[in-house]
């Protein structure tokens, strides 16, 4: 860092070269060196504390494309402006004690196509099919062989980030606001292509630089603290984030109907079919669309999206939101008064569900073979209770001799829910004569609870699990009671 | 200053990068691997190239997950209904959830001989060694091969998507990969043709040992003979119901034209697999038809045997067939309709035989077992037969019957829901339990098949002109299942009058002799009598504890039938990609 009057100003230029081999590579392509080189650069500078860039770059190389395909350039800019360094913000920064206004683009690379698919580039042989015998009395077996990855002419994936930042601070530094808005446009992503009929005969898809991806979000959090009088500090603190993948290209073959498409719709869109209820009787099955399979009343009765007459996938469409939330929030607070202090903090997402689906999810899978039987099991479909409200709709065995299991909205469940995440209870002794005769100089009892409460309308697991049969490694509820002694 | 260290180290640093030894650094592609290009410079490799090609010649073994020909069917009830085959029984299956699809498959086979065939060309190891007739050879049975993966789509699928010679670049635009379905008749015509130019090239018997499961001629007439005995059956041949299937160009996919003459064609194309005189029906050298019919598959490469695949999974089809006694998993359950389609020794149908009856027991034996042909007893496991094989060392009695040694039993899904057990192409010789494995070829198309094709085709063309010739091939297969024959020998039954009751002969000569062979699934389609034959399937109530619980038809599974079914449906995949594709009727 260099300084000459209000100029501060730095530079640093790189050469890195990596060469890695795996000691405990389990096949040939990977026990090859992985390598890659490249020069980085940054160039930083400030004017009078106010105006503040950044320039980065990246020229870099990896093994895993064609040679003319091997380097990406990845340069990023960044600007910044303390407003209330301005002279005249002078009278305004009483109030507002610190204003900066911040913004950034660059772009980064991405080089691993997959993780059993290094050398792009290059066609790789298998053991296609399978292998085949021949011989009269003796077999004379022969093991297969076919290309099993064709060559593709890739390059580096990008990434073109975009972020526009907020930092406030005010009321005596006492509430800070920092807001950012981001924005994500991810082009060339590594994508085997999947529009190509299964006529042609390929063992498989080939990979291309074929995904583009937007994603946009918001991120914000705001902390507040400040003591009252003598013995009182009250702190508090709330953040949330926001966001949102969009497809914009995904290589797939066009979608027949509008409801189908992929493109423009969120990244991991859940699809499905639309459950309308239980079929009630006979009749009811009679004048609806033909399902597959031994279809009885309190089966699932679908949504014939293309008024074919027939439930199938192109009466598909978007259900639910999916298994990663849009939206994350947390909050929470700290007061302590003398010795004693409690806080909490909770933590929620929102726009999000579980899906119910899998083999210990299913009665009677396989005929018996596999399958598990929920408790929930019990609150189903019978002749008795033809209640539409229930869980599980009529039972079969096994369980796939009609569309019940199917992808569809019936198993979609609302995944959102908050969480007293951390609960914390202490009280810290005045210093008293008798600490000095055990050579302490604090001590403290607390009590500090994890994961103490949930509020989901989701029951059957622990929602946060997600998707599936609930058959993971829950989260544990902790509670920690101590005494903390610290000595001089 | 600073500013000049950077600047010097940065060109520094740049000389280094651009420098070739540096670009190297990145260019480490293994020089021993083994690349396409080299596959084909070697024989070995080369050999292993044409192994998979063949390895998309399905075997027939397995009919519960991997083939539903005999299990979606009225002759087989495979018991369990975690296995695939119960899905197609009670409809459910369409074409995003489709058990035994094998459109993408059998299309990388075809691939993969395509590209075989424009590569094998000029490997110089193969024409140091054997020389250019090899290549041509290889060449020919790369070729058969696609033929057959051709045929294996046609029909079950209908109507194919026919490549030809050149194989499709993988990173083509999408539109070049737009390819509508050819016709059934020129599919037909296509694979026809294919297989007569192969037919030329290869050899008629296996040269070594080592060869035997290659395609020969005769495999190839073979294979062009089944083909047209299907194309010129009613379901293609004159057939109005599929006037409304087209490609989206209105072009008809199914003629409902009738023509005479593809039943010349095809008789013509069976008897020349039959004047090959390479190929003659199995005997066994005591003389018992029992034994001779149980031997067509289990005698590894007898005369009869055209063309088969030497590994495949029959040892599985033994120990998921036999008894609970013998080790085996007992649930390939013969149905009550295939054991009333066997006739009865005296050669006549139950329904016309006065040796047949339903009541009562002779040593044991209920008396609908008695005095049934030579291949029922070949075929057909049931109560109380004295039965030996797998574990079962020394022969003793099954026991069918709710809680016997064989039958439903408690705690188990491996029993029999009709009461018998298929025992035709079971060997004695598989034990689970000592894990002895009978391996032998899988026998894809015999010379009996061919009889029976020949047959019913002149019998379709002209019954009238071509009696006795009908009569004699016929009659040849009957003398071997140890039964009377038409018109001639010992306890001759009468000729049958019209064309008409000839048909009915020749169809139920052909149930029985190809019966658990994966011919019944296509023939009942071709000949257009699904509809009435996919019924609820019957056999005895195995739920019966005595005699005379158990004894009783009763109804087992459901046969779903839906006029959509004549054909598979093509994979919803395939039909978002394929977009000059039209999907089949009903579906």
């Known amino acids: ?488 | 200053m600073q500013f000049r260290n950077i600047s010097t180290y940065t060109a520094v640093v740049f000389l280094i990068l651009l420098s070739s030894g540096c670009k190297k650094f990145l260019d480490q592609v293994p020089d021993d691997r083994v690349t396409i290009e080299e596959v084909f410079q070697k024989k070995q490799a080369s050999e292993e190239y044409l192994a998979n090609v063949y390895s998309h010649i399905r075997e027939q073994g397995n009919q519960w997950t991997v083939n539903p020909f005999s299990g979606n069917t009225d002759e087989l009830d495979v018991t369990w209904a975690k296995y695939s085959t119960y899905q197609l029984n009670i409809g459910s299956w369409n074409p995003t959830s489709l058990p035994f699809d094998i459109w993408g498959e059998q299309y990388k086979g075809i691939r993969s001989a395509t590209y075989f065939i424009n590569h094998i060309d000029g490997n110089e190891e193969i024409l140091r060694l054997n020389g250019q007739q090899r290549i041509d050879q290889y060449k020919a049975e790369a070729r058969f091969v696609r033929a057959y993966c051709y045929f294996a789509l046609l029909r079950q699928y209908g109507p194919i998507v026919i490549l030809g010679n050149e194989e499709l670049a993988p990173d083509a635009p999408t539109a070049d990969f737009q390819i509508p379905r050819s016709s059934y008749d020129e599919s037909v015509e296509y694979i026809a043709g294919q297989l007569d130019s192969v037919a030329a090239v290869l050899p008629t018997s296996p040269a070594e040992d080592r060869d035997y499961g290659r395609a020969t001629k005769g495999a190839a007439l073979a294979l062009k003979a089944r083909i047209l005995l299907y194309a010129a059956s009613p379901a293609f041949n004159g057939n109005a119901d599929y006037a409304n299937f087209k490609n989206q160009d209105g072009k008809s996919l199914i003629s409902g034209a009738y023509d005479t003459e593809k039943w010349k064609r095809a008789a013509d194309a069976n008897k020349a697999v039959i004047d090959l005189n390479l190929y003659a029906l199995y005997k066994h050298a005591s003389g018992d038809p029992v034994e001779s019919y149980r031997g067509i598959l289990l005698d590894a490469y007898n005369g009869e045997n055209i063309f088969s695949r030497r590994n495949n999974n029959l040892t599985d089809w033994d120990v998921h067939s036999m008894p609970r006694a013998a080790g085996g998993w007992c649930g390939m359950g013969a149905t009550q309709e295939m054991v009333d389609a066997y006739f009865m020794k005296d050669g006549l149908p139950i329904t016309e035989s006065s040796l047949y009856s339903e009541n009562g027991f002779t040593d044991d034996i209920y008396n609908m077992y008695v005095n049934r042909e030579p291949r029922f007893y070949a075929s057909v496991n049931y109560h109380n037969r004295m039965i030996q094989g797998g574990n079962i060392i020394t022969a003793r009695r099954l026991n069918f019957f709710n809680g016997g040694t064989d039958g439903r039993y408690e705690g188990t899904e491996d029993y029999s829901k009709t009461g018998y057990l298929v025992w035709k192409n079971v060997s004695p010789n598989t034990n689970r339990i000592t894990g002895q494995w009978y391996n032998r070829p899988n026998v894809l198309i015999r010379l009996g098949e061919i009889y029976l094709n020949y047959a019913e085709a002149l019998n379709e063309y002209d019954y009238n002109s071509n009696q006795t010739e009908i009569l004699k091939y016929i009659n040849l297969i009957r003398e071997r299942a140890g039964i009377p024959q038409y018109g001639t020998g010992p306890d001759a039954l009468p000729i049958p009058a019209t064309q008409s009751e000839m048909r009915d002969k020749i169809r139920q000569e052909r149930r029985i002799e190809l019966a658990f062979e994966s011919h019944r699934w296509f023939d009942m389609r071709r000949w257009k009598i699904a509809r009435d034959v996919m019924k609820p399937v019957h056999g005895m109530n195995c739920n019966g504890k005595d005699a005379s619980a158990f004894f009783v038809r009763t109804e087992v599974t459901p046969r779903q039938w839906r006029d959509a079914y004549m054909f598979y449906p093509l994979p919803q995949y395939e039909i978002d990609r394929g977009r000059l594709l039209v999907q089949n009727p009903g579906w």
């Not at chain 1, 702190?235 to 995904?250: H, P, Q």
């Open chain 1, 1 to 488: 860092m260099n300084s000459f009057g209000k100029h501060d100003i730095s530079g640093m230029i790189l050469y890195n070269q990596t060469d890695f081999v795996d000691a405990r590579a389990g096949d040939f392509i990977s026990s090859i060196p992985f390598r890659n080189q490249g020069i980085a650069g940054r160039v930083t500078y400030g004017f009078d504390t106010r105006y503040l860039l950044e320039a980065n770059f990246g020229f870099n190389g990896a093994e895993n494309f064609a040679p003319d395909k091997r380097y990406g350039f990845f340069p990023s800019f960044g600007l910044g402006w303390v407003v209330s360094n301005e002279k005249f913000f002078a009278d305004i920064s009483k109030v507002i004690t610190f204003l900066k206004v911040r913004g950034s683009y660059g772009k980064v690379g991405n080089n691993k196509i997959s993780d059993s698919y290094r050398f792009g580039y290059i066609a790789q042989v298998g053991g296609g099919n399978n292998g085949y015998a021949f011989g009269r009395n003796n077999e004379v077996w022969y093991n297969g062989r076919d290309i099993s990855e064709y060559a593709v002419d890739v390059s580096w994936e990008e990434a073109a980030k975009t972020n526009i930042g907020l930092e406030l601070k005010t009321l005596n530094n006492d509430l800070s606001i920092v807001v950012d808005y981001f924005q994500e446009d991810r082009t060339g992503i590594f994508l085997r292509r999947s529009n190509v009929p299964l006529y042609v005969g390929l063992r498989s898809n080939p990979y291309g630089n074929l995904g583009v991806i937007h994603n946009r979000g918001v991120d914000g959090t705001v902390e507040y603290s400040t003591s009252l009088g003598k013995n009182w500090v009250i702190s508090a603190r709330t953040n949330f984030t926001w966001n949102r993948a969009v497809i914009i290209d995904d290589a797939n073959a066009a979608w027949p109907y509008p409801w189908q498409q992929r493109i423009g719709r969120k990244l991991n869109q859940r699809f499905g079919l639309i459950a309308l209820g239980l079929f009630e009787d006979e009749k009811d099955i009679e004048n609806s669309p033909y399902q597959t399979g031994i279809v009885k009343p309190g089966d699932i009765k679908f949504k014939d999206l293309n008024g074919d007459g027939k439930i199938d996938s192109y009466d598909e469409a978007p259900i639910g939101y999916g298994a990663v939330p849009e939206l994350v929030y947390g909050a929470g607070f700290n007061i302590s008064w003398k010795g004693f202090a409690f806080g909490a903090f909770f933590k929620g997402v929102g726009n999000v569900d579980v899906r119910l689906n899998g083999e210990g999810f299913q009665p009677f899978q396989l005929a018996g073979d596999r399958g598990n039987l929920l408790q929930e099991v019990t609150n189903r479909w019978t002749p008795d209770n033809p209640s539409q409200n229930v869980i599980y709709p009529r039972l079969t065995y096994p369980s796939n001799e009609n569309m019940n299991y199917n992808n569809s909205s019936w198993w979609i469940k609302n995944g959102s829910f908050i969480r007293l995440q951390t609960l914390e209870a202490s009280y810290s002794l005045p210093k008293a004569k008798w600490f000095d005769k055990g050579g302490l100089s604090g001590l403290r009892i607390y009590f500090i609870g994890y994961n103490v409460a949930t509020f989901s309308k989701f029951k059957m697991w622990d929602v946060e699990l997600g998707d599936g049969k609930g058959a993971q490694y829950p989260l544990l509820k902790s509670f920690n009671l101590g005494v903390e002694l610290r000595f001089k």
